[in-house]
C-alpha cells in the first residue's frame, strides 16, 4: 500500500514564499512522474508542475519563473519552491506520483490528501 503525505502549506502574506514536500511511503519499486495540482474553492484541479525521473520540468504559465518544483528520488519526495505569492495562488495543494510497485507491474497514479496554502493581500 502507497501513502503519500504532503507538508508545509499554511498562511502567507502576498510576496512571501512557502516550501511544500510530499514523501511517498510503503511498497515502491520506483517513481516516474511526480507533480504537484491545486484547487481553489469553486474551480476545478489544475496542474501546477510536474517533473519526470529524468528530471524534466514542466510548469503551469500562471506560476513560471515564480514556483520550482524538485526531487529527491533516494527520499521518494517531491518539493514546490514557491516564491512571490499572489491571493491568486491561494488553494488546498495536492502531491501526486506516478509509480509501479514491483517490476512488472503498471504505473499507478497516486494523490497525497492535500495541504492548504492561503495567500492574504
Known amino acids: 500500500q502507497v501513502q503519500l503525505v504532503e507538508s508545509g502549506g499554511g498562511l502567507v502574506q502576498a510576496g512571501g514564499s512557502l516550501r511544500l514536500s510530499c514523501v511517498a511511503s510503503?511498497?515502491?519499486?520506483?517513481?516516474?512522474?511526480m507533480g504537484w495540482y491545486r484547487q481553489a474553492p469553486g474551480k476545478q484541479r489544475e496542474l501546477v508542475a510536474t517533473?519526470?525521473?529524468?528530471?524534466?520540468?514542466n510548469y503551469a504559465d500562471s506560476v513560471k519563473s515564480r514556483f520550482t518544483i524538485s526531487r529527491d528520488s533516494a527520499k521518494n519526495t517531491v518539493y514546490l519552491e514557491m516564491n512571490s505569492l499572489k491571493p491568486d495562488d491561494t488553494a488546498a495543494y495536492y502531491c501526486?506520483?506516478?509509480?509501479?510497485?514491483?517490476?512488472?507491474?503498471?504505473?499507478?497514479?497516486?494523490w497525497g490528501q492535500g495541504t492548504q496554502v492561503t495567500v492574504s493581500s
Open positions: 501526486n506520483e506516478k509509480l509501479r510497485v514491483a517490476l512488472y507491474s503498471p504505473d499507478f497514479s497516486y
Open positions: 510503503g511498497t515502491i519499486f520506483t517513481i516516474n512522474a
Open positions: 517533473i519526470t525521473s529524468g528530471g524534466s520540468t
